[in-house]
């Protein structure tokens, strides 16, 4: 029976960084305040008060910025540049122009979305793989609190350099269907299913050039 510090230390190192909070909640790629002509894509995790454009960049030296993309009009971060910071192991990856991303949060979808036997301990979206519990990080952080029996944690194992090896090969697992990642990120845009039908390998690659202005008007405000 784990005493009762030891619970409370087990509770504390589940917790995520401060800044994981505020860049869920930001708006990206909006027009920079400082540089009107810039797309605030990235966020500091210093700083976290705002997200960030490329010209801001020089006024966070030595500070840990992580690069937000869009895959289906919505913001995605690279496995790749927050494995290291949060323990997201169990978040799905989606295969993004040849690098596993995560979303940063839910998607809205119509009911329960597409049929599935896996899904997100949180919205319910279906999932793409048994190991996976949830459909977004913020899925993962709104689940923590309900979690009592403390199986959800952001804390970065120990032997992350090892850790990160293991999981490479699971995401390259995973890559190997990449007929299943095409036909969910497809169906998040209803009518991009049609197109995934028809060209399915290059779906995934195409869609946030061509996806995100037709998705964006009404994914983006239901996000925040
Ligand atoms: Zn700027
Ligand atoms: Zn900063
Ligand atoms: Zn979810």
């Not at 323990?87 to 329960?112: E, T």
């Not at 049609?194 to 995934?204: D, I, L, N």
């Amino acid at each position: 029976m784990p005493s009762i510090k030891a619970m409370a230390l087990a509770d504390a190192e589940r917790v995520p960084p401060a800044w994981l909070q505020p860049l869920l909640e930001k708006n990206f790629f909006e027009d920079c305040p400082n540089h009107p002509l810039s797309n605030c894509n990235f966020f500091c995790t210093v700083c976290s008060d705002r997200a960030i454009c490329t010209g801001c960049l020089p006024d966070h030296p030595g500070h840990q910025v992580i690069q937000i993309r869009k895959l289906s009009g919505h913001g995605v971060v690279r496995v790749a540049d927050v494995e290291a910071l949060l323990n997201v192991s169990d978040v799905q990856p989606y295969l993004h122009n040849g690098h596993h991303v995560m979303f940063l949060n839910k998607r809205p979808m119509a009911g329960r979305g597409r049929a599935g036997e896996i899904r997100c301990e949180e919205c319910e979206r279906a999932l793409l793989d048994v190991a996976c519990r949830f459909c977004s990080i913020g899925c993962k952080l709104a689940a923590l609190p309900e979690d009592l029996d403390f199986t959800v944690s952001f804390a970065v194992p120990p032997e992350s350099d090892s850790e990160s090896g293991g999981s490479d090969s699971d995401y390259s697992a995973d890559g190997d269907r990449p007929s299943g990642l095409t036909r969910t990120s497809a169906q998040e845009g209803g009518e991009a299913g049609t197109s995934a039908a028809s060209k399915p390998q290059t779906t995934v690659a195409a869609e946030p050039s061509s996806g995100q202005h037709r998705q964006n008007n009404n994914s983006v405000p239901k996000n925040i």
